[in-house]
């Protein structure tokens, strides 16, 4: 079993920064892809960013530029660095880690006010 847990949203204006981190946890930690999804009130939840164990990383367009995901095998943490956040990013943001099962985290909320 693999826990996650997720930190680092809040509130923030138009064109500041928020950096969300995720740990994840458990006896059977491995090669793995992590990465971040959102969930925005009455709409689908949609991919933001991943990021392979090996550093590859994949991007929504809608976050290109914007968003930088990175991780730390060593502490099992991934991070999604946020830069010039809009209105349209306030969501919760949930944790995904994927080895031979998919895991989610509980999810932590990005409000973003213009």
């Known amino acids: 079993q693999v826990q996650l847990a997720e930190s680092g949203g809040g509130l923030v204006q138009a064109g500041e920064s928020l950096r969300l981190s995720c740990a994840a946890s458990?006896?059977?930690?491995?090669?793995?892809?992590m990465g971040w999804y959102r969930q925005a009130p009455g709409k689908q939840r949609e991919l933001v960013a991943v990021?392979?164990?090996?550093?590859?990383?994949n991007y929504a367009d809608s976050v290109k530029g914007r968003f930088t995901v990175s991780r730390d095998n060593a502490k099992n943490t991934i991070y999604l660095q946020m830069n010039s956040l809009k209105p349209e990013d306030t969501a919760v943001y949930y944790c995904?880690?994927?080895?031979?099962?998919?895991?989610w985290g509980l999810g932590t909320q990005v409000t973003v006010s213009s």
């Open positions: 995904w880690y994927r080895d031979s099962k998919v895991y």
């Open positions: 458990g006896s059977k930690i491995s090669l793995n892809i």
């Open positions: 990021i392979s164990f090996g550093g590859e990383t």
